[in-house]
Nanobody, 122 residues
Framework: QVQLVESGGGLVQVGGSLRLSCAAS????????MGWFRQAPGKERELVAA????????YYADSVKGRFTVSRDNAKNTLYLQMDSLKPEDTAVYYC???????????????WGQGTQVTVSS
């Protein structure tokens, strides 16, 4: 089992920044990749950004490229999502997830955090 705990969400104005953190514990060696998903009211959950633990390859959704940056601290088993130039459409619950295999397909993510709310006000 892998336990994931997100933090760092909150209310921010348009153009502002937030940094989300995801602390992983348990059988973290079993995860090959970790990602950040988000789900806005009435919308499907979508992958925002992801990173492989080894090698560091990343994925970003087109909607956040150039504004969001995913990073990790292997020693702390923590994944981060730096969100800059935030827009109202970034408002959603953000979830951290861990995958034992692929990085992009949601079906590969077996472990999920509880989510953290991000609200961008205009």
């Amino acid at each position: 089992q892998v336990q994931l705990v997100e933090s760092g969400g909150g209310l921010v104005q348009v153009g502002g920044s937030l940094r989300l953190s995801c602390a992983a514990s348990g059988r973290t060696f079993s995860s090959q990749a970790m990602g950040w998903f988000r789900q806005a009211p009435g919308k499907e959950r979508e992958l925002v950004a992801a990173m492989r633990w080894t090698g560091g390859s990343t994925y970003y959704a087109d909607s956040v490229k150039g504004r969001f940056t995913v990073s990790r601290d292997n020693a702390k088993n923590t994944l981060y999502l730096q969100m800059d130039s935030l827009k109202p459409e970034d408002t959603a619950v953000y979830y951290c997830a861990a995958s034992a295999s692929g990085m992009v397909m949601e079906e590969n993510y077996a472990y999920w955090g509880q989510g953290t709310q991000v609200t961008v006000s205009s």
